[in-house]
């Protein structure tokens, strides 16, 4: 979201956990999730891994923020022609599965590309080298290494003004 607004930072705890208190129904006050969960009636648990939660709350904080526009969320057979063409309208959250040896699912929020990789920036760092190396910051991910993990329904989030 940082991205679209200067007035969300990237690296601000305070707004994190403020974020999370509005897309966690485990957490916190009453907030986006629990008016998703009113609307989708299955999505129960941790309500911050499920996608339509996230969409609802980037969009409301990018709106509250002044930013015109919508969040979409796409699971398709995406392909890397379809996100090269969505990625020059800006960063897409993307689904991934256990990358760098982690557990489960991943996000990570590809921000552009090159011929033969997709930029991104991994908030658990560089999956390439198993997350020894934390700066996920422009960690350049090879497509073919993407494929392996994002399977082939992708799943992502991105704004379109």
Avoid at 23 to 48: D, H, L, Q
Wanted: aromatic share 10%; with cysteine.
């Amino acid at each position: 979201m940082s991205f679209y607004s200067e007035n969300i930072l990237a690296e601000d705890d305070k707004g994190l956990a403020q974020y999370v208190d509005d897309v966690e129904a485990t957490v916190g006050k009453p907030g986006i999730a629990e008016k998703v969960m009113r609307k989708i009636k299955f999505i129960t648990g941790k309500t911050s891994l499920w996608w339509a939660v996230q969409k609802e709350g980037v969009e409301a904080w990018l709106w509250r923020n002044g930013v015109k526009g919508a969040a979409i969320f796409r699971e398709s057979n995406l392909g890397f022609d379809s996100l090269s063409e969505i990625l020059k309208t800006g960063p897409v959250i993307l689904g991934t599965t256990k990358m760098g040896k982690l557990p489960g699912g991943h996000i990570i929020l590809a921000i552009g590309e090159t011929p033969e990789a997709i930029v991104c920036n991994d908030p658990y760092g560089d999956a390439l080298g198993n997350y020894i190396n934390q700066d996920g910051r422009a960690v350049e991910y090879p497509k073919t290494f993407l494929r392996k993990y994002t399977g082939e329904k992708v799943r992502c989030i991105y704004w379109q003004r």
